[in-house]
Structures are given as C-alpha cells and as structure tokens.
C-alpha cells in the first residue's frame, strides 16, 4: 500500500514558478512509477507527467513539455514536479499518482494509477 500526500501548491502570478511535492509512505514507493495529473474546474482529470520508479525515465503531455520538470527521490519516498512559465490555463487541482510496483514503466493513463494523494491547489493569475 502507498499513501500520497502533495504540497506546494499555491498562487502565483503569470509566468512564475511553484514546486509540487509529493511525499509517499510504504516501502514499495521506491520501486513505482508516479504520475503527476490535474482537473481544472469542470474538466475532466488529465495527465501531466510521469517518471519510473528509478527516475531515469520522463514523458510530458504536450501542454507542459518544456516548461514542467518531473523527477523522484527514492532516497526520500518523495517526487516532485517543478513547473515554470506558468500559465493562467496551468490553474487546477493537481494530483500525484503511484503504480503498483509490479508494473515498472511509465504510463499517461489515469487507470493504471491505483494510488492518489488528495490534490493540492495551483492557481495562476494574468
């Protein structure tokens, strides 16, 4: 079992930056893939990023490539998502996600993500 806590979150004018973190308990953290998602206000939950278990392996959606950076500490169960330029449309609640440590690669399907942290909110003013 992992249990995900975010933080960081917070407001921030256009183009600035904020940090998220994403702080896991349970040993298995260390061998999972993690998932940053979000859902802005009256749209569906939707992918941002992931890195495998070992940090060594990224994908971006399209809307964040180039300005957002995921990346994962084992050392420290914790993962994190530093996102720069921010824009007004970046606003939402933002979600990080773990795979079961079985499945190793990374993934931009919010199903394979069996577990979720509660969200922390990002709002980006013009």
């Known amino acids: 079992q992992v249990q995900l806590i975010e933080s960081g979150g917070g407001l921030v004018q256009a183009g600035g930056s904020l940090r998220l973190s994403c702080a896991a308990s349970?040993?298995?953290?260390?061998?999972?893939?993690v998932g940053w998602f979000r859902q802005a206000p009256g749209k569906e939950r939707e992918f941002v990023a992931t890195?495998?278990?070992?940090?060594?392996?990224?994908w971006y959606a399209d809307s964040v490539k180039g300005r957002f950076t995921i990346s994962k500490d084992n050392a420290k169960n914790t993962a994190y998502l530093q996102m720069n330029s921010l824009k007004p449309e970046d606003t939402a609640v933002y979600y990080c996600?773990?795979?079961?440590?079985?499945?190793?690669?990374?993934?931009?399907?919010?199903?394979?993500?069996?577990?979720w942290g509660q969200g922390t909110r990002v709002t980006v003013s013009s």
């Open positions: 996600a773990a795979r079961r440590p079985e499945f190793l690669g990374i993934s931009g399907n919010i199903g394979d993500y069996p577990y």
């Open positions: 349970g040993r298995t953290f260390t061998s999972a893939a």
């Open positions: 890195v495998s278990w070992s940090g060594e392996a990224t």
